[in-house]
C-alpha cells in the first residue's frame, strides 16, 4: 500500500516546524565572504571527507596538549580553509564519554555514554575505542589532507590514531551497494531540531551526538542478488531511488523502516546522516562509513537495535548479512563556543 506518511516532504511536518535557537550559531552560515566554523554539523556534503579517530596517550602532558589544540581548533582550520572558499572546507570534533570528564571538566551532555555492543541473533554491532573524532569536510581532498598534517603535527605524541578512513563522493551520492543514500535526511528547520540539544539539557544545548560505524561490504555476495531481491533489503528503488512500501507488521521489514525510530507518541526521529563510500579495488576492500548526528542519542541507538535484532525479533537488517562493521564509537559534538573554553584554568 502506499505510504502516505511518507509522500509529504518532512519539512512540512508541523513536528519539525519550530526551529530550536541554539545558544551557539553552529548552523550553516553565510559561505562567499567567510569560512565554515569548526563544529558546523549541518555543513554540506562535500566531494571528499576524513574520518579521524584517535585515542589520547596516558601520558602526564597529553590532556593539555588535547584541550589546547581543540581550543583553538578555530584557528588551525582558518589556515586551511582560508585558501579556497569555495571548497566548504568544514571540521567537527567530538569527544568520547571515557574522557569527557577529564577533558573537559564540565557537566557531562545527559545521554553520553559509550557504544554499547549489540548482540543480534547473527550479526553483531561491535564497540571499538575512541576518545576524538574529527570529521573533517571538503570539496578538496588537499585541504583535508593539510588539516590532518597540521591537527596531527599540533597533537604529536598526545594522541594515538586508531582509525583514519578517507571517503569519497560515489556519482550521485550513491553508496557502493548502488543506492543513492542520504535521501531521508531532515532539510530546512529540521536539520536544527533533529540534531542540535536544547533546553531538554541546557548546559549542553548546541551539541549534537554522533555515532559512527565503518562497515565493509561482501559485494560479492552482494552482487549475486537481483536487483529486485536488492531493493527489498534497502527499501527504494537502486536506478531512481523510488522509496518502497513498508513490508506488513511481523515479516521481514527493509533497511528504510528498521532505521525508522518512533516514540510512544508515534513521533518520528530524524537523524542527519553524512555516509561517505571508502575503500580500495586493489585491496578488495569496500565499505561505507557511516557517520549520524542527532540531538538524541537514545533515536541511534534505537535504530541499531531494530537494524541488528530485528522487528521482530530475529529478523535483522539484511543488509548486514552483506555489511559488517568493523567499528562503533559514539561521541558528544561541543558547541564552538564550549569548545573554546577547554584550555580555560578552572579549580
Ligand atoms: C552499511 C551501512 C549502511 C548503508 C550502506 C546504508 C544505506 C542506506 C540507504 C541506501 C538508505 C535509503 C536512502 C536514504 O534515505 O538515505 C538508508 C536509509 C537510512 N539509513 Fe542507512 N545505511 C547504512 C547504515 C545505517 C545505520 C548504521 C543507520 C543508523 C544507525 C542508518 C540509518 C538510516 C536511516 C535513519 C535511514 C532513513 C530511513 C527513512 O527512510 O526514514 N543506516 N540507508
Same mark, same amino acid.
Given at each position: 500500500?502506499?505510504?502516505?506518511?511518507?509522500?509529504?516532504?518532512?519539512?512540512?511536518?508541523?513536528?519539525?516546524?519550530?526551529?530550536?535557537?541554539?545558544?551557539?550559531?553552529?548552523? +550553516?552560515?553565510?559561505?562567499?565572504?567567510?569560512?565554515?566554523?569548526?563544529?558546523? &554539523?549541518?555543513?554540506?556534503?562535500?566531494?571528499?571527507?576524513?574520518?579521524?579517530?584517535?585515542?589520547i596517550?596516558?601520558t602526564p602532558s597529553a590532556v593539555g596538549v588535547v584541550r589546547s589544540v581543540l581550543s583553538n581548533i578555530?584557528?588551525?582550520?582558518?589556515?586551511? =580553509?582560508?585558501?579556497?572558499?569555495?571548497?566548504?572546507?568544514?571540521?567537527?570534533v567530538?569527544i568520547?564519554?571515557?574522557v569527557w570528564d577529564s577533558l573537559t571538566r564540565l557537566?557531562?551532555?545527559?545521554?553520553?555514554?559509550?557504544?554499547?555492543?549489540?548482540?543480534?541473533?547473527?550479526?553483531?554491532?561491535?564497540?571499538?575505542?575512541?576518545d576524538l573524532?574529527?570529521?573533517?569536510?571538503?570539496?578538496?581532498?588537499?585541504?583535508?589532507?593539510?588539516?590532518?598534517?597540521?591537527?596531527?603535527?599540533a597533537l604529536g605524541?598526545a594522541i594515538?590514531?586508531?582509525?583514519?578512513?578517507?571517503?569519497?563522493?560515489?556519482?550521485? #551520492?550513491?553508496?557502493?551497494?548502488?543506492?543513492?543514500?542520504?535521501?531521508?535526511?531532515?532539510?530546512?528547520?529540521?536539520?536544527?531540531?533533529?540534531?542540535? &540539544?536544547?533546553?531538554?539539557?541546557?548546559?549542553?544545548?548546541?551539541? =549534537?551526538?554522533?555515532?559512527?560505524?565503518?562497515?565493509?561490504?561482501?559485494?560479492?555476495?552482494?552482487?549475486?542478488?537481483?536487483?529486485?531481491?536488492?531493493?527489498?533489503?534497502?527499501?527504494?528503488?537502486?536506478?531512481?531511488?523510488?522509496?518502497?512500501?513498508?513490508?506488513?507488521?511481523?515479516?521481514?521489514? @527493509?533497511?528504510? @523502516?528498521?532505521?525508522? #525510530?518512533?516514540?510512544?507518541?508515534?513521533?518520528?526521529?530524524?537523524?542527519?546522516?553524512?555516509?561517505?563510500?571508502?575503500? =580500495?579495488?586493489?585491496?578488495?576492500?569496500?565499505?561505507?562509513?557511516?557517520?549520524?548526528?542527532?540531538? @538524541?542519542?537514545?533515536?541511534?541507538?534505537?535504530?541499531?537495535?531494530?537494524?541488528?535484532?530485528?522487528?521482530?525479533?530475529?529478523?535483522?537488517?539484511?543488509?548486514?548479512?552483506?555489511?559488517?562493521?568493523? +567499528?562503533?564509537?559514539?561521541?558528544?559534538?561541543p558547541?564552538?563556543?564550549l569548545l573554546k573554553t577547554l584550555d580555560i584554568k578552572r579549580?
Amino acid at each position: 500500500m502506499f505510504n502516505q506518511r511518507r509522500f509529504y516532504s518532512r519539512s512540512l511536518d508541523p513536528r519539525h516546524s519550530v526551529r530550536i535557537h541554539s545558544p551557539v550559531n553552529m548552523s +550553516t552560515q553565510s559561505r562567499g565572504r567567510v569560512p565554515i566554523e569548526p563544529q558546523c &554539523v549541518d555543513a554540506p556534503l562535500t566531494q571528499t571527507a576524513t574520518f579521524l579517530v584517535v585515542t589520547i596517550n596516558n601520558t602526564p602532558s597529553a590532556v593539555g596538549v588535547v584541550r589546547s589544540v581543540l581550543s583553538n581548533i578555530d584557528g588551525l582550520a582558518k589556515n586551511v =580553509s582560508i585558501r579556497d572558499l569555495s571548497a566548504v572546507f568544514a571540521c567537527t570534533v567530538g569527544i568520547g564519554s571515557e574522557v569527557w570528564d577529564s577533558l573537559t571538566r564540565l557537566p557531562r551532555p545527559t545521554e553520553l555514554r559509550p557504544f554499547a555492543t549489540i548482540q543480534g541473533g547473527k550479526h553483531t554491532a561491535i564497540s571499538t575505542p575512541g576518545d576524538l573524532l574529527f570529521h573533517i569536510r571538503s570539496e578538496r581532498r588537499d585541504l583535508c589532507f593539510e588539516f590532518e598534517q597540521q591537527l596531527l603535527d599540533a597533537l604529536g605524541d598526545a594522541i594515538t590514531v586508531v582509525d583514519e578512513t578517507i571517503g569519497f563522493r560515489y556519482f550521485d #551520492v550513491r553508496d557502493l551497494l548502488g543506492f543513492v543514500d542520504g535521501t531521508a535526511n531532515p532539510v530546512g528547520p529540521a536539520i536544527p531540531s533533529s540534531i542540535f &540539544v536544547s533546553e531538554e539539557d541546557a548546559l549542553s544545548a548546541g551539541g =549534537s551526538y554522533v555515532v559512527v560505524q565503518k562497515y565493509v561490504h561482501d559485494m560479492n555476495a552482494w552482487n549475486g542478488l537481483a536487483t529486485e531481491q536488492q531493493e527489498a533489503i534497502i527499501g527504494r528503488r537502486k536506478l531512481d531511488n523510488v522509496e518502497l512500501d513498508d513490508a506488513v507488521s511481523g515479516q521481514q521489514q @527493509s533497511h528504510k @523502516s528498521l532505521a525508522t #525510530v518512533e516514540d510512544e507518541s508515534g513521533n518520528e526521529h530524524d537523524i542527519l546522516r553524512d555516509n561517505m563510500p571508502f575503500g =580500495s579495488p586493489g585491496l578488495k576492500e569496500f565499505g561505507t562509513y557511516f557517520i549520524g548526528y542527532s540531538k @538524541s542519542l537514545w533515536v541511534i541507538e534505537q535504530m541499531l537495535k531494530r537494524m541488528f535484532i530485528g522487528d521482530p525479533p530475529g529478523l535483522h537488517d539484511r543488509l548486514l548479512d552483506f555489511s559488517a562493521p568493523l +567499528t562503533g564509537t559514539t561521541f558528544f559534538v561541543p558547541s564552538l563556543g564550549l569548545l573554546k573554553t577547554l584550555d580555560i584554568k578552572r579549580s
